[in-house]
């Protein structure tokens, strides 16, 4: 079992910035792939970004390539995601997420991870 626990939400005006991070802890964090995905109300969630477990390919969701980046500590068993830019349609709340080892591929489903954290909102006034 991991448990994922993600800090750094909060209320941030149009063009800000926010550092998003997810705490590993539990079974031992290697070989997880890890991924953010985000819900805003009365929207289904949506896929964001997501790393393998060597940091070293990632992939991003058209709608914030090129304003957000993941990146990871493994030594710490922290996934970090930097939102630059901020648009009023980034509020949500945002989700971290672990996928078991594996070949890396780009999850973008839901249902190809296999824990989750309890979220952290992201409010973005105009």
């Known amino acids: 079992q991991v448990q994922l626990v993600e800090s750094g939400g909060g209320l941030v005006q149009a063009g800000g910035s926010l550092r998003l991070s997810c705490a590993a802890s539990g079974r031992t964090f290697s070989g997880y792939a890890m991924g953010w995905f985000r819900q805003a109300p009365g929207k289904e969630r949506e896929f964001v970004t997501t790393?393998?477990?060597?940091?070293?390919?990632?992939y991003y969701a058209d709608s914030v390539k090129g304003r957000f980046t993941i990146s990871r500590d493994n030594a710490k068993n922290t996934v970090y995601l930097q939102m630059n830019s901020l648009k009023p349609e980034d509020t949500a709340v945002y989700y971290c997420a672990a996928r078991r080892p594996g070949s890396w591929y780009p999850a973008t489903r839901s249902r190809e991870y296999d824990y989750w954290g309890q979220g952290t909102q992201v409010t973005v006034s105009s």
């Open positions: 790393i393998s477990w060597s940091g070293d390919s990632t």
